[in-house]
Each structure stands twice: as C-alpha cells, then as structure tokens.
C-alpha cells in the first residue's frame, strides 16, 4: 500500500529541545562571540542532537529529487560554512520539496532551504544570503542557546505543547480548536522563532560569510526585501479570498522584518562596500538555469489544489469542496473547512493494518464501539461505509464519531471524519459534507488534464511584458501580480529580450 503523502511541512521541533532538558549545564565559549556562557550542550551535544533532529527531518519531509540542483545548493553552503567560524564541522544542506517560503537549521550544521524560498529569489548571492544567514544561527549557537532557556522554563510548559500538537495531529483534540489551529500547525517551521538579537545576529553574519566567499553582502538586504514583498503579496491574496493571512509560515513570519532589521543591515552592507571590496557576479544567469523545471507551489506527489478540486496524481484519487470552502493540505490529512471554519472533513489514510472486508475493518477501527450505525455507500464505484459510532473515550466520556471508511484506488483505504464545533454547525454543514463526500472518486483522464503540474521556466520577457506573459500563465487572475512578484519586478519592468522566470504546466 501506498502511503498518504500529502503537503508535508511539520509541528515535531519541539522533540530536539524535549530530549536537552534534563541535560546538565556546562560552560562553553561561543565561537562567534569568544564570550563564555552557560550551556545544556557542548558542541558533542549539538552534532548528535542535530543529527539525531536531521532524521526526523527526512522522514516529515522529502527532500527534493533533483540531484543537480541539491548538488548546486550543497557547493554554495560548503562554501559559505567553510568561510564561517565553524569551518570545522560537517555540514550537511538539503533542498526540501515545499512550497513552505522557508529555511532553517539544527545545532551541529545542518541547513534546510525550500524549493518555495527558492522560487522568490533572484540570483545565486541571494540564495548564498539565506544559507548564511541560516549559517549564521549555527555558528553563534542560536539553537543550544535556545534549548537552554527552555531549560531554564522548565519542562511543563515544553511538555503541554508537545501534547497538545500531537492530540491535535491525532484529531483528539476539540473538534473546533483543530480546525482553528490546523493551519497554523502547518505553516509552523521546525525551529521556533529566535529573539530579535539573535536575528540581527544571524543577519551581520551571513552578510559577513557573504563578503567572505566574495559575494556582495547587500544581497542580504535584497533577499529581505524580496521576502517581504513575498509576505505582502501572500497577506493580500487572502484577503482577496476571505481568509486569514498567513502566519508562521515563511521565512519572515520566524525572522521578524522591522525597519530596524533593515536599517542594520543595510549598514552592514555599506560598511563592506566603504573597505573598497570588489564582488564576483551574483551569479543570477547560473541560479535560473540551475531552479528551471522545479514545481512551483503544491507538488504532485503531494496533491494539487486547483479552485475547488484537490487531485492526488500519485495515489490516484480527487475530491471537489463545496461552494466557498477551503482546501486545507497539510502533512496530517486534507482538510475541507467551511466558510465559518466551524465545520469541516478530514481526509486521512485509514491505519495501515486494517484488512478485509469493509465490515471487518470497521470492527478493527472500533473494536469496543457502543453503538455503531453503518450505511453503505458508491462513491463513484468506490466502496465506502458511512459510520455513527458512541465509543468511550480517554476519560471515559460517552462520544461520538461521524466518519466514511473509503476503499480507494489502488486499493488504499482513507478516513473521511466528520468534524464540527458543535451540534448546530454540524447540523449547518451536514448537506454540505455529503456533497464533498459524494464527490471522492478515482482520477478520471479530466481530472489528469487539470491536475498537471506547475513548474518555474525561464524566457525571455516579450514587448508586451509581464501583460503578455500573464495572458498564457495558469497563475489566474493575478498572475501579472505573480509574475512581476517573482522576478522581483513590482516597481520595475525588465527590458524586452530579458531572461524572466514564468510559471508553465507540466507534463
């Protein structure tokens, strides 16, 4: 069986800090600073801790099949770690598959950079900018400062939270507060934010690692900007659909953008350029060539929303939400969640271990149910069981579960759970989700056309302009917007013959 691999940022950091805190305090000097201070980890620690937070990396997401690019990212990092204060350590840089606008990094030198980052930036110093500055937290120690502090607050407060998300993942929490917190579980970063100095920190470094490697370090004043024009554009796009701004989800939502942030680093920048150092080419012709062809946005081996209909290519299935719904795809399930997000279906894999007939997993599922109704369905040839189940749950409180059991394509089996915050919002949705339920079925060779991916390509920017390179862009009806937010043309319009970056269907 196949597994379910949707849209796969994730809440599980928490784990790397969880693991330090009965640690003992030691003395260790910052190799950044020179300055002694006290520590839960010495660097022994941060490798084993980073490495051991590395493998869970790669199981909640997948790095990006795309050797020569992840070849391309890894010389730039080994360049710029080599420059650092830490040359000594092992790095490791993986480009991850999300459409996530982030990069982040463990204690012990690891560095993860976004194909989603990668598609806002412009050139190749920008992207050595964001590696440096992700550089830049390791060599200061940013993360064992961090896991130190948490020490400090002790364990309680660090427990709650990893609880909470896990009951929340689980779909054990409150019905409501799940569907409240489900996109910011999976807009979360791994690493949780720094303070202001240690960004301001991380900031002074990469643009020292850049002047290092001789790249221009105003390119770290570019990539900010970029980034938040990035956040704007993302901001006002939701608004447009009725939706709640992003947060927590991209680079600048975990390294805060304030005048100050930019003023210091501009200074920065400026005080390298008044040394009389000379920069090599930003290198902007070598980074298109090298991100041509990677997806922009939702991958198809992680599902595709396109207006109402997600389709999953890899596993073979689609589902159409209601009228106004929202598509919600993250690591965990799909979610559909209407209008007044108090309502909503969860679409998960149902537990690898069921086997037989549809009556026999229902009996693996809830083996001690109370009372169990089941109707039995056709969704589009598809086999399904819809269930009212009153189990018991932890505390022993009567409950009840409303969910479809699915025999999908490829002989996967998937949940549908009902969810609602109470008795009248689910009584409000409930025509509504049978709709989204009737709709479940096997890829038809339509839902294939439509499904087909997007990916970022390079041209050469005609007479009309990003107007004339809007007209054939699947982006819709902002697209000139995208496309002048991509190449980082919002107040300026590249001369005709211009290499540009567009956003083209797939095979």
């Known amino acids: 069986m196949v597994a379910l691999k949707f849209f796969r940022p994730r809440l599980l950091a928490l784990s790397l800090a969880a693991g330090l805190l009965s640690a003992c305090g030691t003395t260790v000097v910052n190799p950044v600073t020179g300055q002694a201070e006290r520590s839960v980890m010495d660097e022994a620690s941060e490798i084993a801790e980073g490495r051991k937070a590395h493998e ?78 992700e550089i830049g937290h390791v060599t200061a120690r940013h993360g064992a400062q961090r896991a130190t502090r948490q020490q400090t607050a002790g364990f309680g407060v660090l427990a709650a939270s990893v609880l909470g998300a896990v009951l929340e993942s689980q779909g054990l929490g409150g019905a409501g507060q799940m569907l409240g917190q489900a996109s910011q579980n999976v807009a979360a970063g791994y690493i949780a934010s720094y303070g202001r100095e240690q960004e301001l920190q991380a900031d002074g470094l990469g643009a020292e690692y850049l002047a290092r490697t001789r790249y221009d370090p105003k390119n770290m004043v570019e990539v900010i900007r970029v980034l938040k024009n990035q956040e704007r554009f993302a901001a006002e796009q939701a608004r447009l659909e009725g939706r709640a701004a992003p947060s927590g989800s991209n680079w600048l939502a975990s390294h805060p953008s304030n005048d100050q942030r930019l003023a210091q680093i501009s200074q920065t920048a400026r005080n390298y350029a008044s040394d009389g150092e000379t920069y090599q080419d930003e290198g902007r012709a070598r980074y298109l060539t090298a991100i041509e062809g990677i997806a922009f946005g939702e991958s198809a081996d992680q ?34 969640v209407n209008p007044e997000q108090d309502a909503g279906l969860i679409l998960r894999p149902a537990p690898p271990k069921l086997s037989g007939s549809q009556d026999q997993m229902l009996k693996q599922l809830l083996p001690q149910a109370e009372q169990m109704q089941v109707d039995r369905l056709s969704l589009n040839g598809l086999p399904a069981s819809h269930v009212n189940a009153v189990v018991r749950n932890a505390q022993g409180q009567r409950q009840g579960l409303e969910f479809s059991l699915i025999g999908g394509p490829n002989k996967n089996n998937y949940l549908l759970l009902y969810r609602a915050r109470d008795a009248n919002a689910m009584a409000r949705a409930s025509r509504r989700m049978q709709e989204a339920e009737a709709s479940f079925r096997a890829m038809s060779p339509a839902d294939r056309t439509a499904a087909r991916p997007w990916l970022l390509r390079k041209t050469t920017m005609p007479a009309g302009g990003f107007a004339q390179l809007a007209k054939t862009s699947p982006l819709g009806e902002r697209a000139e917007a995208q496309l002048r937010l991509l190449n980082g043309a919002l107040d300026r319009e590249p001369k005709p013959g211009q290499t540009v970056k567009v956003v083209a269907l797939g095979n």
Not at 306 to 315: D, E, I, K, S, T
Not at 322 to 330: E, L
């Open 56 to 133: 869970q990396v790669l199981k909640e997401y997948t790095p990006l099949a795309n050797p020569k690019l992840q070849a391309y990212v890894n010389e730039i990092g080994q360049k710029l770690a080599a420059a650092s204060h830490r040359s000594h350590l092992q790095w490791h840089f993986t480009v991850l598959d999300s459409p996530e606008v982030n990069a982040f990094a463990l204690p012990g030198g690891y560095v993860y950079i976004t194909r989603g980052i990668m598609a806002y930036l412009e050139s190749e110093a920008d992207l050595a900018g964001v590696i440096g500055h």
């Open 303 to 336: 599902g595709l929303s396109r207006g109402q209909n997600f389709y999953h290519p890899a596993l073979g299935f689609a589902i159409t939400a209601p009228a106004g719904w929202k598509i919600q795809n993250s690591a965990e399930a799909l979610l559909l």
